[in-house]
Nanobody
Framework: VQLQAFGGGLVQAGGSLRLSCAAS????????MAWFRQAPGKEREFVAV????????DYARSVEGRFTISRDNAKNTGYLQMNSLKPEDTAVYYC???????????????WGQGTLVTVSS
């Protein structure tokens, strides 16, 4: 599975962005997908995960209620809708996929290249 994340950019605090993760390969639709992020000087952290069916999702506490993870298996694409953005959401965002549903980045085999989100105050 090859993943490509895009949709990042510069947004003011309180604004919204939608990230997309385009996947190649039919197996994507049978994989869990997740979003992680990494701010400068910090470790990569979990943001959200979604099961292959789209029926189960989990979020980091810092984004719960503001971010929504979703997928369209017919289009082999995953999404992260980010609302009420805060300056502390500034990071490079990565999408990932794996057969196992997990919030641990070490569990994920397939990664996109990352897309930068910058939230200005």
């Amino acid at each position: 599975v090859q993943l490509q994340a895009f949709g990042g950019g510069l947004v003011q605090a309180g604004g919204s962005l939608r990230l997309s993760c385009a996947a190649s390969g039919r197996s994507f639709r049978s994989y869990a997908m997740a979003w992680f992020r990494q701010a400068p000087g910090k470790e990569r952290e979990f943001v959200a995960v979604l099961s292959w069916s789209g029926l189960s999702a989990d979020y980091a506490r810092s984004v719960e209620g503001r971010f929504t993870i979703s997928r369209d298996n017919a289009k082999n694409t995953g999404y992260l809708q980010m609302n009420s953005l805060k300056p502390e959401d500034t990071a490079v965002y990565y999408c990932a996929a794996d057969a196992y549903y997990s919030s641990d980045h070490a569990e994920y085999e397939y990664w996109g290249q990352g897309t930068l989100v910058t939230v200005s105050s």
